[in-house]
């Protein structure tokens, strides 16, 4: 059974701090991992999908990463800003498997002035 | 720009009372899904379908039902509610794999049951 491990669950930072977030899975046959960002009583925002023939996705001030044989995937938050407080998820499609995500928990994010 | 859509937003229940939670997608996906959050638990994938006419059951589908008769709506019903099932819900829908995969998560259905 594929398990999605996020560390740290809590972060605070301050304003203009670059940082990373992690991501680990038990189970390397992977379709993709998608990295979400959620605010608080709202849904999931997909920030960026790294296909399982891929080593990076980029988006702005996101870069996301993913190495297959050891299992991690790192989210890099440059510059970060107040604006980027929220609780991020990365989560992992199998293969074959009609894309049925499997979350981690989140690490809730605080970035303060 | 609706992308997908979950009604009710709010909903309190008594146990034992049924109701069903409606989600909507206007992107022409083939695939929806049901999805639970609960503290400490993270996502859970209650029950799927990959097409109009199609269901099937995810990780935690005990206590629920679901119907996919337009290619557009995805239903999740409860037909005897528990306090069990308080939960935030959330639908989402993908293309399909044969694509990337993404999914879009629609804002999620508050439910109480007390």
């Known amino acids: 059974k594929q398990e999605v491990t996020q560390i740290p669950a809590a972060l605070s930072v301050p304003e203009g701090e670059n940082l990373v977030l992690n991501c680990s899975f038990t189970d390397s046959a992977i379709y993709n991992l998608q990295w979400f960002r959620q605010d608080p009583g709202k849904g999931l925002t997909s920030l960026l999908l790294?296909?399982?023939?891929?080593r990076e996705q980029t988006s702005g001030r996101l870069n996301a990463s993913l190495d297959k044989s050891s299992g991690r995937s790192t989210l890099y938050i440059a510059a970060s800003q107040p604006g980027d407080s929220a609780t991020y998820l990365c989560a992992v499609i199998r293969t074959g498997t009609a894309s049925k995500l499997t979350f981690g928990t989140g690490t809730r994010l605080q970035v303060t002035l | 720009n609706a992308g997908v859509t979950q009604t009710p937003k709010f909903r309190v229940l008594k146990t034992g009372q049924s109701m069903t939670l409606l989600c909507a997608q206007d992107?022409?996906?083939?695939?929806m899904y049901w999805y639970r959050q609960d503290p400490g638990m993270g996502l859970r994938l209650i029950h799927y379908s990959v097409g109009e006419g199609t269901t099937a059951k995810g990780e935690v589908p005990d206590g629920y039902n679901v119907s996919r008769l337009k290619k557009q709506n995805f239903l999740l019903g409860l037909e005897s509610a528990a306090p069990s099932q308080t939960s935030v819900y959330f639908c989402?829908?993908?293309?399909?794999?044969?694509?990337?995969?993404?999914?879009?998560f629609g804002e999620g259905s508050r439910l109480t049951v007390l």
């Open positions: 790294i296909q399982s023939s891929q």
């Open positions: 989402a829908s993908s293309r399909g794999t044969e694509n990337t995969g993404e999914l879009f």
């Open positions: 992107m022409n996906h083939e695939y």
